[in-house]
């Protein structure tokens, strides 16, 4: 969403300078390093909420133990080996060679945010991590649960992570342009955008991202192949971006350069 | 005060002469509202709905460029406040003309039919939104998105989702607004016949009604669960604000209107919503807002007509209305035809711009993506729309030359809102 403004200018400045209406190419900064479709501009990885428990148990060489709490997006169906969790620890322990890293996932499909908070006091009692990068949002929305009944879950959420002494980020939806008549997301987006500013912690925007992604033609998320290589890059690309992020957020130093 | 100046109304700052409503109505017991005189359309209304409703085929498209022009993404409020305004207006108008001339049960039964169309109008988008969706559900297979694909699942159960439908239960995206107007309508015949009696009552009892839902969070409730996307309970006040204005009372707020310390509070107000706004979209200025206004004033709620978009939403109509005279020659000039012509028609106009919304996401899928594909599909999207308003104005006249010549001067449903 917040998006929005910049990448608008962008195209209707490519659109006034070329005659032809397909102008993305031409507004398109030139790629930094790094596999160039997992490209993503800077603003939609800035954030100005910190990760202070990643920052100190990287600094004092702790463990960094992660903990993916997320529904059916947050894997691929019989690959969960390229799912953007697994590809978080890979190229975080590129980024961070020194340092131990960490990442389990906890499955919760089908499960509304509410529901999943409910055993966020147990879960964190059993795997103690550093980082909880809670995924949510998708199941609410498919089920149209009350916008502000899900603000209070995921507040209650984020609450009780943050009690169990966890660092937390929240990661939004998939843009999913298919289902995009049938599934009104606006007001889950917006809710854990004010969750997020709320209690300070960072966002990551998986739906602004993918949407660039889209929109910029890196992927055709309309694809409606049953192949799993296209869900593969998308969720390489969503490690990348989300190790990038991690690494910002908790300002992890020189690594910071890497891309 | 002669009755004669009583029942000398005039939408919106001033309207056609008085000359003309004195002879239409000098009635044995002055009514407590008073009503415009049919004479010239008012044209800005059919613009501004015409506008409304290009809007909101705009953003029932994914965001492209064009999004960029709807009003939105500069406010809290957007086109759908200014469609149930509008709507508002001109049902009052319309069938508080009718329930004064031809009494309570006539204007009930036109309303209730008004109502009927605009229910069939809606289970024929449904239609077609099943045949949409049922086709996704049958093709789409990517493992990406499995779990998005969880919203097929009321394709298991037709028959409790067809009927939930009927009910207006069930209603996918994008298919609210219409529901709302059905129950807004449903509500008129009740609302005129208070407003005839005590029209600020009237609006006092709306005010109260949207004060008592938000106090005890009153609602709709949808099928399988949650609620409807616009509380009709809160957005009757836009509708009601509406009715009370085309009954005489813009003409009283006329002095308000044109006070010079309503345009600069309008205009303070409008800069500042800009700003909130621009915090969405540039969050390093959000560091300028202080933490205490932005938890007061979020999240602001579409689903219950959030006081912030109903002042917007009067901001923006008080500055429209001093900048924008009733004779402006614009409103005459061919540019600003398409939308005046899209705004005579719109519940046609509605249906077709939510139709073509669906049609365009299916093109955007099947076809290709890309800004260049989202434009063009927008712009032709309002293209068609433009000469569908033509052919239904053409065909109106055709129609009424040849038709019968009692066609009376007593508003028809076309200035209420198309049929």
């Known amino acids: 969403m917040k998006a929005k403004v910049l990448r608008s200018l962008i195209l209707l400045c490519g659109v006034l300078a070329a005659p032809s209406a397909r102008a993305e190419d031409n507004a398109a900064p030139q790629a930094p390093a790094g596999p160039a479709a997992c490209e993503v501009p800077s603003y939609l990885l800035a954030t100005e909420s910190q990760l202070p428990k990643v920052a100190e148990a990287v600094k004092s060489e702790k463990p960094l133990e992660i903990l993916v709490v997320g529904s059916r997006s947050t894997t691929i169906p019989s690959s969960e080996e390229s799912s953007y969790p697994a590809r978080l620890q890979a190229i975080l322990k590129e980024k961070l060679p020194s340092e131990p890293v960490h990442v389990s996932v906890e499955l919760q499909s089908k499960k509304t945010a509410e529901e999943a908070a409910s055993t966020f006091v147990k879960l964190m009692e059993a795997k103690r991590p550093t980082l909880v990068i809670w995924q949510t949002g998708t199941v609410d929305a498919i089920r149209s649960i009350d916008p502000d009944e899900f603000r209070g879950a995921v507040t209650d959420g984020v609450t009780a992570l943050q009690n169990a002494g966890a660092d937390v980020i929240l990661m939004n939806l998939q843009y999913s342009p298919r289902t995009e008549t049938m599934i009104s997301v606006p007001p889950y987006l917006d809710n854990m955008r004010v969750v997020a500013q709320e209690h300070d912690i960072p966002l990551f925007d998986r739906f602004a991202i993918m949407r660039q992604w889209n929109d910029q033609g890196q992927f055709d998320l309309f694809n409606s192949s049953r192949g799993p290589e296209l869900a593969k890059q998308v969720h390489d690309c969503l490690g990348r971006a989300l190790a990038q992020f991690v690494v910002d957020a908790a300002h992890l130093g020189p690594a910071q350069q890497q891309n | ?419």
């Open chain 2, 1 to 419: 005060m002669t009755i004669a100046d009583q029942v000398t109304g005039s939408p919106v700052a001033g309207t056609a002469d008085a000359k003309s409503t004195v002879e239409a109505k000098p009635r044995a017991a002055a009514p407590a509202i008073t009503l415009p005189v049919i004479g010239e359309r008012e044209l800005r209304l059919d613009l501004f709905r015409g506008l409304a409703l290009w809007l909101i085929f705009i953003d029932h498209l994914p965001p492209n460029l064009l999004t960029w022009f709807t009003i939105r993404n500069y406010g809290f409020s957007d086109a759908t406040e200014i469609f149930i305004f509008i709507s508002g207006y001109t049902a009052a108008f319309v069938y508080g003309r009718a329930m004064l001339d031809s009494g309570v049960v006539i204007a009930t039964a036109r309303i209730l039919r008004r109502v009927w169309q605009i229910y069939v109008a809606h289970v024929f988008l449904f239609t077609i939104f099943l045949a949409e969706i049922s086709y996704v559900a049958t093709s789409f297979e990517n493992p990406l998105y499995t779990e998005e694909m969880g919203i097929m699942d009321f394709l298991k159960q037709p028959d409790v989702t067809i009927v939930q439908a009927l009910l207006l239960r069930f209603r996918p995206v994008n298919m609210d607004v219409l529901p709302l107007y059905i129950v807004l309508m449903l509500a008129l015949p009740l609302i005129l016949w208070l407003m005839k009696w005590k029209p600020d009552l009237t609006l006092g009892l709306s005010v109260v009604l949207y004060v008592v839902t938000w106090e005890f969070d009153l609602y709709f409730s949808a099928y399988p669960n949650g609620f409807w996307a616009f509380n009709p309970l809160a957005w009757q006040l836009l509708f009601v604000f509406g009715a009370w204005c085309a009954l005489g009372g813009a003409r009283r707020m006329s002095r308000i209107l044109a006070s010079p310390v309503t345009m600069w509070i309008s205009i303070a107000y409008l800069a500042a919503a800009f700003y909130v706004t621009l915090t969405w979209y540039v969050p390093q200025l959000s560091h300028f807002m202080p933490k205490r206004i932005e938890q007061w004033m979020y999240p602001i709620d579409k689903t219950d007509l959030d006081v912030l978009r109903f002042t917007h939403f009067l901001a923006l109509a008080a500055l429209t209305v001093r900048f924008l005279p009733r004779d402006w020659p614009g409103l005459k000039s061919p540019l600003l035809r398409p939308l005046i012509l899209c705004g005579q028609h719109s519940l046609e106009i509605f249906c077709l711009g939510v139709f073509l919304a669906f049609a365009g996401h299916f093109i955007l899928a099947e076809v290709s993506g890309g800004p260049g594909m989202h434009a063009l599909i927008s712009l032709c999207g309002i293209l068609i729309m433009w000469a569908m308003a033509w052919v239904i104005s053409w065909y109106k006249q055709v129609a009424d030359k040849s038709g019968s010549k009692t066609k009376n001067a007593v508003g028809n449903a076309d200035l209420a809102g198309g049929g």
